[in-house]
């Protein structure tokens, strides 16, 4: 899957700003994570739109991180920049009554795309910022995440911790 610039960027001024923990300039924001500024402005403000980063304004202005790391998810950044076009939160699709194999089918995708989106709302900014660091182990706490989410589909009562 490859991440659309305005994902790409969205999420690595999340990071950026995560990182820094304090009100970051947007021209600071721009040099240093690699966006173009007038692109990080627009996304800025559905950043800012979804409860995500706040802007202070002044002389001593720019964005801060709105809540901390551990409770911002992929899933939200993604649904911040893209809209809920990455949600599995669908439209119910009508199929005809004499194509039950169809409706199972639909039913396994969405089956698929609930993972998907317990997935990606089971990781925060916080265990990507932890992954970055330690690279070493990054794929077995993202494996870690990825069972707890598969789980979801098999005992979907339970909430994942």
């Not at 960027?9 to 690699?34: D, F, H, N, Q, W």
């Not at 649904?79 to 409706?103: C, F, H, M």
């Amino acid at each position: 899957m490859l991440l659309r610039a305005s994902t790409d960027y969205g999420l690595r001024t999340l990071l950026y700003l995560a990182e820094r923990g304090c009100v970051c300039s947007s021209k600071e924001i721009s040099e240093k994570a690699g966006i173009p500024r007038d692109y990080l402005i627009q996304l800025a403000q559905q950043e800012r739109q979804a409860g995500l980063i706040e802007s202070r304004s002044g002389k001593n202005g720019g964005y801060i991180i709105a809540k901390p790391p551990a409770e911002i998810t992929l899933l939200e950044v993604l649904n911040a920049i893209n809209g809920d076009e990455n949600s599995a939160a669908r439209t119910r699709r009508d199929t005809p009554e004499n194509a039950p194999a169809l409706s199972n089918l639909f039913h396994v995708m969405d089956m698929v795309l609930s993972s998907y989106d317990a997935y990606l709302g089971s990781i925060t900014l916080d265990m990507l910022m932890k992954c970055a660091r330690d690279s070493v182990n990054a794929g077995h706490y993202l494996a870690e995440c990825l069972n707890a989410a598969s789980q979801q589909l098999i005992h979907p009562a339970r909430t994942s911790a």
